[in-house]
Structure formats: C-alpha cells, structure tokens
C-alpha cells in the first residue's frame, strides 16, 4: 500500500520569499506523484506531476518539485511566493496498479504575508 | 461547461435520512472518481467507474454508501440512512483514459452536513 506524508499543516511565507512545501511518500513500487491545490470552495487543480520521464518537474504558476527516490520525497517549491499562492497543497500518490486511485496526504495550508 | 460539475454544492440532512449526490464529468471522460474529503484532511478514495463499470469501491465506508453510473457518463453517490460521521466534502474527479498518470480533474464538491 502506499501513503503519503506532508511535514507541516501550516506554512507561512513573506511574499517574495522562497516556497517550500514538504511531501514525503512512501509505495512499494514506482510511484507517480501529482501536487494538486485548492482554493477554498473549489475544487483540486493539477499544479503538477511526476510520471518518470523526468526527475524535476515544472508545473502551472512557477511551482516546481524534484522526485528524489532516495529520500522517497517530492518537494513543491516556488522561489518568489505571491499573495494569490495562498491556498491548501495536496501531495498525491498513484501506483500503476489496480484502480489508479490517488492517495493524498493531508494538506499543507500555505499563507502568505505582504 | 467544460470541467466537472457536482450537485447540490450544499446538502443538509437530518440524521437518519437518505441522500444523493450528483457528478456529471467532463464529456468523453472514460474514468470517474469519488473522494471523501473530512475537515481537515486530504481527500480519500471511495469508488471508482470505467464507463458504467464499478471497478473499485474498496474505499467505502460501509453498506450505507452506494455508487452507480449506469451509462456511463452522470454518477450518483447515495448515502442511506446517514449518520454525523458522513459530514464531509465529497468530491468527483474524471480522467480521459485509464492510465495512472493521468490528470483528475475536480469537481467543486458537495458539501454534505448531517444534523
């Protein structure tokens, strides 16, 4: 089985600063690793994913993250927070196996102070 | 439209009372996804359907929880019966095909309060 941790349910940035958001995941077999975002009262949005063609990956609104299999971590990043990168990042799992369904961790709330 | 749409958005219920909630995925969409989402937590999976067939629905709770999409496109999620433990967001998601990595789109979620 596989599961996913994020380290911190809350994390606060200057705007400007540097974004750093923690996933560690955990499975058995080649993972793909999916970093989602919701906005309050909306639903999950793709900021990006991993599908192992490449280890760092580039995704929507300048956020990047590097997979790393041997600290089995997936990092979101973006270097310059922006008011409107307020918002709950889910880091998700997939194996290649059975239904496909994703396995989330349980939400980094991102603030971001002017 | 063009994403995932769910409905109602809000639901209250009685505890003890029957409910359904409705996802109407992107068009085309061969697989389709239902999550539960508590306060405070990730979202968890509960079914999952390619075209009409229920593939998957390890992820539910109990015989409470029901699950169709009988041509394939529109889902109905019915909770029978529910209970204070069933308040939650609940969430569809589609994917064009039947891969792992594929996107999920979302939809809004129904958020479901049982008094």
């Known amino acids: 089985a596989q599961s996913v941790t994020q380290l911190g349910s809350h994390v606060s940035v200057s705007e400007g600063a540097l974004v750093l958001l923690r996933c560690n995941y955990s499975s058995s077999v080649p993972p793909y690793l999916f970093w989602y975002v919701q906005y309050p009262n909306q639903g999950l949005q793709l900021l990006l994913k991993?599908?192992?063609?490449?280890?760092l990956v580039k995704g929507i609104n300048g956020f990047e993250a590097e997979f790393k299999k041997s600290e089995t971590s997936f990092h979101l990043t973006k270097p310059s927070a922006h008011m409107s990168d307020a918002a709950e990042y889910f880091c998700?799992?997939?194996?290649?196996?059975?239904?496909?369904?994703?396995?989330f961790g349980k939400g980094t709330k991102l603030s971001v102070i002017p | 439209g063009a994403g995932v749409s769910q409905s109602p958005r809000y639901k209250v219920a009685k505890r003890g009372q029957d409910v359904a909630l409705r996802c109407d995925p992107i068009s085309g969409h061969v697989s389709l996804f239902w999550y539960q989402q508590a306060l405070g937590q990730g979202p968890e999976f509960l079914t999952y359907?390619?075209?009409?067939?229920?593939?998957?629905k390890s992820g539910l709770p109990s015989d409470r929880f029901f699950a169709e999409r009988p041509e394939g496109s529109v889902s109905t999620l019915k909770i029978q019966r529910t209970q204070q433990e069933d308040s939650a967001v609940y969430l569809c998601?589609?994917?064009?095909?039947?891969?792992?990595?594929?996107?999920?789109?979302f939809g809004p979620g129904t958020r479901l309060t049982v008094l």
């Open positions: 998700a799992v997939s194996v290649g196996a059975g239904s496909y369904q994703l396995t």
């Open positions: 991993y599908t192992s063609a490449a280890t």
């Open positions: 359907f390619q075209n009409e067939a229920q593939l998957d």
């Open positions: 998601a589609s994917t064009i095909g039947t891969s792992p990595n594929n996107e999920q789109f």
